[in-house]
């Protein structure tokens, strides 16, 4: 896969049910703050139809991932953990994880 230089929509998305759910959310969202460093940064959260979402701005979204996915909330998150990213500007997405998954969307 070979991304055009530029930012893109890092999208970490966890259902959503309860608020323990939220409370894992703000904890993630913690985690990803302190590790992402140089690679972007983070853009915030929301939450709707069930579902959660961290977003992060990079240049880099497989890079990020690959550095933060053994961070320990990250890690236990998952096997519910669905990740992905698009241009900045564009609509479409391109899921990282899990794999096997071909569709993806923000509400």
């Given at each position: 896969?070979?991304?055009?230089?530029?930012?893109?929509?890092?999208?970490?998305?966890?259902?959503?049910?309860?608020?323990l759910d939220f409370e894992e959310?703000?904890d993630l969202e913690g985690e990803?703050?302190?590790a992402v460093g140089d690679l972007?940064?983070?853009?915030?959260?929301?939450?709707?139809?069930?579902?959660?979402?961290?977003?992060?701005?990079?240049?880099?979204?497989?890079?990020?991932?690959?550095?933060?996915?053994?961070?320990?909330?990250?890690?236990?998150?998952?096997?519910?953990?669905?990740?992905?990213?698009?241009?900045?500007?564009?609509?479409?997405?391109?899921?990282?994880?899990?794999?096997?998954?071909?569709?993806?969307?923000?509400?």
């Open positions: 896969m070979t991304l055009m230089p530029g930012v893109y929509q890092l999208v970490f998305q966890l259902p959503w049910s309860s608020q959310m703000i990803l703050r302190s972007g940064e983070v853009d915030g959260h929301d939450m709707g139809q069930g579902e959660m979402n961290i977003f992060v701005h990079t240049a880099s979204p497989i890079r990020l991932f690959e550095s933060v996915r053994s961070l320990p909330g990250i890690a236990r998150a998952l096997p519910r953990l669905k990740v992905a990213f698009r241009p900045l500007d564009g609509d479409d997405y391109e899921i990282l994880h899990p794999p096997g998954l071909y569709r993806f969307t923000v509400a």
